[in-house]
């Protein structure tokens, strides 16, 4: 039986980030593969005194992992080792991931002990802030949390390999909350979908268990929604720190668990997690497909 294909927009943007955590790199196009976008997350930095691996999710040990900027040396290629990372610190001092003094740097700069791996240690975990936004106790509510759910094993994903955001999303809630810096460092998304009509809502809702085609070859099966944390909220560049953002995504779009809690409502979403069911390159400008079979 022949399932049919609807065009629901193009490739706006590419968003690779080599350091979880660390802000990324915005490229042309790239390969993907069963991990994800070839290079994504593929550094992360593990606290030694905890064991933890290091997630701006808590703000008040990693906050400043959002202000250093990662980008690789060289492009990764396939079948390849993985290519070093230059680091810009806050201060606009450069580092690179392959010096012998690398773990030392990054400690002072984050005041904290770590080590930068690349490959993620068995059972990784990480601690998140899940305070409620109207906390009045001046209690932190802080959660150790599996690393990588629905990802291969041996990444330093929080839940899936791929992350998509579409600009109706964007817009939406530009319009909830017009004071508001909706900027896509806030979400990290991994593909910003240009939806090709004027509507600005939260459209990915209803991609939920659907398969998804970028130009010719990339397949996704798009698995859950994605809730956002306290990341959103966060100072980093030019943004302002603004609860608003992460209010405003909670007051107007919770959207029921598709695979990890069937039945659950989560809150705060912006955007959809996908895994990747066939690999290839994508590109700026590819179309994107929507398949609306049955999983």
């Given at each position: 039986?022949?399932?049919?294909?609807?065009?629901?927009?193009?490739?706006?943007?590419?968003?690779?980030?080599?350091?979880?955590?660390?802000?990324?790199?915005?490229?042309?196009?790239?390969?993907?593969?069963?991990?994800?976008?070839?290079?994504?997350?593929?550094?992360?930095?593990?606290?030694?005194?905890?064991?933890?691996?290091?997630?701006?999710?808590?703000?008040?040990?990693?906050?400043?992992?959002?202000?250093?900027?990662?980008?690789?040396?060289?492009?990764?290629?396939?079948?390849?080792?993985?290519?070093?990372?230059?680091?810009?610190?806050?201060?606009?001092?450069?580092?690179?991931?392959?010096?012998?003094?690398?773990?030392?740097?990054?400690?002072?700069?984050?005041?904290?002990?770590?080590?930068?791996?690349?490959?993620?240690?068995?059972?990784?975990?990480?601690?998140?802030?899940?305070?409620?936004?109207?906390?009045?106790?001046?209690?932190?509510?802080?959660?150790?949390?599996?690393?990588?759910?629905?990802a291969p094993t041996g990444t330093f994903f929080d839940y899936s390999a791929i992350h998509l955001l579409t600009t109706?999303?964007?817009?939406?809630?530009?319009?909830?909350?017009?004071?508001?810096?909706?900027?896509?460092?806030?979400?990290?998304?991994?593909?910003?979908?240009?939806?090709?009509?004027?509507?600005?809502?939260?459209?990915?809702?209803?991609?939920?268990?659907?398969?998804?085609?970028?130009?010719?070859?990339?397949?996704?099966?798009?698995?859950d929604p994605c809730p956002r944390c306290v990341i959103t909220t966060l100072p980093q560049g030019d943004l302002p720190?603004?609860?608003?953002?992460?209010?405003?995504?909670?007051?107007?779009?919770?959207?029921?668990?598709?695979?990890?809690?069937?039945?659950?409502?989560?809150?705060?979403?912006?955007?959809?997690?996908?895994?990747?069911?066939?690999?290839?390159?994508?590109?700026?400008?590819?179309?994107?497909?929507?398949?609306?079979?049955?999983?």
């Open positions: 039986m022949r399932t049919e294909t609807t065009i629901v927009g193009s490739v706006l943007s590419i968003r690779r980030y080599p350091i979880k955590s660390m802000q990324g790199e915005e490229i042309d196009g790239v390969e993907v593969t069963e991990r994800g976008v070839l290079g994504d997350r593929a550094y992360a930095l593990v606290d030694r005194e905890t064991g933890h691996i290091a997630s701006a999710k808590y703000p008040r040990k990693w906050s400043q992992l959002l202000e250093c900027h990662a980008r690789f040396v060289e492009p990764p290629q396939l079948g390849k080792p993985l290519p070093p990372v230059w680091v810009t610190l806050p201060d606009g001092e450069v580092v690179c991931s392959t010096q012998s003094n690398i773990d030392q740097v990054l400690a002072q700069q984050l005041g904290r002990d770590v080590t930068l791996l690349a490959e993620a240690p068995a059972n990784p975990t990480r601690e998140t802030d899940r305070t409620p936004l109207d906390n009045s106790s001046g209690e932190e509510t802080i959660r150790q949390e599996k690393v990588a759910f629905a109706a999303t964007i817009d939406r809630l530009k319009k909830l909350f017009p004071s508001g810096q909706f900027d896509l460092r806030r979400f990290r998304p991994n593909i910003v979908i240009q939806t090709n009509t004027n509507e600005s809502d939260f459209v990915e809702n209803h991609w939920l268990g659907c398969r998804t085609t970028i130009g010719t070859d990339v397949q996704f099966r798009v698995i720190h603004d609860t608003g953002i992460l209010r405003t995504i909670t007051q107007h779009n919770q959207v029921e668990s598709f695979t990890l809690a069937p039945g659950k409502m989560l809150p705060a979403i912006a955007g959809v997690y996908a895994t990747v069911l066939h690999k290839g390159k994508i590109c700026q400008g590819d179309f994107i497909g929507l398949q609306s079979e049955p999983l």
